[in-house]
């Protein structure tokens, strides 16, 4: 198994590149602001060929690449459908002073060719089998992709912005909601095994028997207020 990932542009945002080996098809998850240079530059390192791009949730740090890399490589974005409007007018999920500040004049249109994420899909692509889990409360439309484990890797999970090491997702933008975030959290989250790999939205990678012991929006007692993470 092949996981390749940088930090894309202002957001910090982990774009990742997925793929069986080196010199096979591969999927592109998240690729974010100023994403197309660097995730080009692992492509032809590794001898990759996009067959789609995955978008863990509709927050333009997480899609705003989504349309020119699916334009130019001629593949389909996945994207929940209760987050799909936001791929065509991500200020819908952002507050208005970050509305102001982030677009002068940018406009965002969708990829030609957008399929809809379901809980508990299988996607079948690029000779990998990823599981798709709905889990929202910091944004309607966000889910997670699982990669089972093999006798080489522990399962990974790549969890957008639901889960952080030490952290989780902020859910004082539109669409998000603490309570929920919380349920998605117990749902997806705590019932896999402790070394599955976390493979987040932003920050370092962890693990779910770290975040587990150490996490206090895992803890059975939830705080009264939400964090502030993420975009």
Request: proline share 9%; with cysteine; charged share 20%.
């Amino acid at each position: 198994m092949l996981i390749a990932g940088f930090p894309a542009g202002s957001f910090q945002t982990n774009c990742y590149v997925v793929a069986p080996a080196a010199g096979e098809e591969c999927v592109i998850v998240d690729p974010g602001q100023n994403a197309v240079g660097d995730l080009d530059e692992v492509l032809r390192e590794h001898r990759l060929k996009p067959v789609a791009v995955l978008v863990t949730h509709g927050h333009i740090d997480h899609m705003w690449s989504v349309a020119p890399v699916c334009g130019a490589r001629d593949v389909p974005a996945w994207i929940h459908p209760e987050d799909r409007d936001l791929l065509s007018d991500p200020g819908k999920g952002l507050s208005l002073t970050t509305r102001q500040q982030l677009f002068g004049g940018l406009t965002f249109t969708e990829p030609d060719d957008v399929r809809e994420l379901s809980d508990g899909a299988v996607l079948k692509l690029a000779g990998m089998e990823l599981t798709v889990d709905h889990a929202p409360g910091h944004t309607r439309g966000s889910v997670t992709f699982r990669l089972p484990a093999t006798d080489e890797i522990p399962h990974v999970m790549f969890s957008g912005d639901l889960l952080f090491a030490g952290s989780i997702g902020r859910t004082d933008l539109p669409g998000g909601d603490y309570p929920t975030i919380l349920r998605s959290l117990a749902d997806k989250c705590l019932p896999l095994p402790d070394d599955t790999v976390v493979l987040p939205g932003h920050g370092p990678q962890t693990t779910i028997g770290q975040e587990r012991a150490t996490n206090p929006y895992l803890a059975e007692a939830a705080p009264h207020a939400g964090p502030g993470r993420g975009l």
